[in-house]
Nanobody, 122 residues
């Protein structure tokens, strides 16, 4: 059974950095679509970044230039490097996998991790 485990969240001051990890078991990231999403209290879940077949990368506009998604096939892990963090980046961050076309709509994604909390203080 596919399982995703996120780690790397925490508390940081505005302008700081964090690196999130998404480790997979019972499944391989290689060749599939892996994404990061986030959800702040009272807000809808939104896409952050996704990577397709370990090569093609997509970012939401507000994250471009600040966040970087990458994939290590040897470790079966996808990372999200977050730099220049802002207060509004505070949210629960989720890793997910989609079997098929790498679309942005989170409601169509297949497997989800439990999430890791990111808190940015201003």
């Amino acid at each position: 059974q596919e399982q995703l485990v996120e780690s790397g969240g925490g508390s940081v001051q505005a302008g700081g950095s964090l690196r999130l990890s998404c480790a997979a078991s019972g499944y391989t990231h290689n060749g599939n679509c892996v994404g990061w999403f986030r959800q702040a209290p009272g807000k809808e879940r939104e896409g952050v970044a996704r990577i397709e077949s370990g090569v093609r990368k997509y970012y939401s506009d507000s994250m471009k230039g600040r966040f970087t998604i990458s994939q290590d096939n040897a470790k079966n892990t996808v990372y999200l490097q977050m730099d220049s963090l802002k207060f509004e980046d505070t949210a629960m961050y989720y890793c997910a996998v989609r079997f098929g076309v790498c679309v942005s709509d989170w409601r169509t994604w297949n497997v989800w991790g439990q999430g890791t909390q990111v808190t940015v203080s201003s």
